[in-house]
């Protein structure tokens, strides 16, 4: 059993280049990764809302509870053992600035998604298709 399910958004090449460094990263199977967007995701998952998770990452844990933007990308990194200086962004004079650059990052994913990427929201590279089919 996952100790921290991950709901991303697999239309967003950063957000899926993300989720395929964590699965590469997550070699005991911690980590179970969810789409948001895809088609029966509302039906397995009712609980998160997808436009909400759309806006601001969500995880949950075992005993369902939910974790917002950087606290739950720092949970599944930690399950890694791997980027362990995010573990800074969650200092008590660190988090609030952190946050405020997380949330703003996520509001403008999909424009710095195709800057840094040249892929705009729902093109499914190799990437993405590998991770929705679970490789």
């Excluded at 280049?17 to 179970?32: F, K, P, R, S, V």
Aim: aromatic share 8%; hydrophobic share 40%; glycine share 8%.
């Amino acid at each position: 059993m996952a100790q921290l399910i991950l709901f991303y958004d697999g239309t967003c090449p950063l957000c899926v280049n993300e989720m395929l460094q964590l699965q590469q990263a997550d070699t005991l199977g911690c980590i179970q990764l969810e789409d948001i967007s895809s088609p029966d995701f509302v039906a397995r998952f009712p609980q998160i809302d997808p436009v909400e998770a759309n806006l601001l990452l969500h995880a949950m844990t075992p005993d369902n509870r939910i974790l917002l933007g950087l606290d739950a990308t720092c949970a599944a990194w930690g399950l890694t053992g791997k980027q362990p200086w995010l573990r800074l962004l969650r200092l008590p004079l660190i988090k609030p600035v952190a946050d405020l650059g997380y949330r703003l990052f996520a509001r403008y994913r999909y424009q710095i998604s195709w800057v840094l990427t040249g892929q705009r929201r729902g093109e499914c590279g190799s990437a993405a298709c590998q991770l929705r089919r679970g490789k």
